[in-house]
C-alpha cells in the first residue's frame, strides 16, 4: 500500500516538474512599445504624434489658423454667403456648422489650396501626406500593393485600425475601430465643394487630404473611413472640398 502511494506521489511530481519545465520554456510574446510624441504649430496648439512603421503621423487634426510664418489663412463664417467658398481658389478654413466646439474635438475643415500655399500650413518639420505616403501607412496597416493603388473601398480592415478605440466617437454601424495603429481618426466630417455639410454630419465620416493632384481632372487625392466599412476609401475630389488634414514628419 505505502509502495502505491510512494508511486502516486513520484508520477505527480514528473508531471507537475513536465508542466513547469514546458511553460518557463515557451517564448514570451510581448506587445511592442508605440513610440509617441508632440508637435506644436504656430498657433500653440499642441498635437500627439505617433510612430506607424518607418513614418510619423500627427495623431490629431490639424486646427491651426495661421500658415508656420505667421500669416493668417482666411476663414470662412456664418455670415459668408455658400457662393463664396464653392468659388475659392486660394487656402480657406471652416469650422464644421461653425461650431467651435466641434472644431476643438474634430480639428479644422481646409479647402486643398492651402496645401500649395506657398507660407505652408505645416508645422516646422512636417508636411501633408502625399498620395503615396497614405498608401505606405496603408501597406503597413496589412493592405496589399494592389489594394493601395486601387480606387474607392480597398483592403480588409485597415480602416478599423486607424480609427479610434470603439465605442468613442464613431456612431455604432457594421464597422468597430481598434486603433491598433495609434492613428485615432475621428469622425470630422467635411464640407462640399457646393459648401453643403457632410452627409450624416460629425461622428459618421471622415476626410483627410493627401497633397497629390489627380493630374487628368484637375482634383486632388483624398482618404475617406466610413461607420458602415472597415476598409479605406481612396478617390479624387474638388478642391474646393473642406477636409481634415494630417501631417506627416518630414
Known sequence: ?????????????????VAITSTS?????ETPVQETGIVTDIDNNTYKTVKIGNQWWMAENLKVRKYRNGWPIQEMTSTSPDSVWAQKTNGTFCEFDY????????????NWYVITDTNIIAPAGWHIPSDDEWKTLEKYLGMSQVDADNVKWRGNDEGDKLKIQAPTDWIKGKSWGTNTSGFTALAGSCRLFNALWGDQGTSAT?????????????????????????NVFRYHGSKNYGMSIRCVKD
Open 206 to 230: 471622415g476626410f483627410w487630404w493627401s497633397s497629390t493632384i489627380h493630374t487628368s481632372d484637375n482634383e486632388a487625392w483624398y482618404r475617406y473611413l466610413d461607420h458602415n466599412n472597415s
Open 1 to 17: 500500500m505505502k509502495s502505491k502511494g510512494k508511486l502516486f506521489f513520484y508520477t505527480l511530481f514528473i508531471a507537475t516538474l
Open 25 to 29: 520554456c515557451k517564448k514570451k510574446t
Open 99 to 110: 461650431d467651435d466646439t466641434k472644431a476643438a474635438k474634430y480639428g479644422l475643415l481646409y
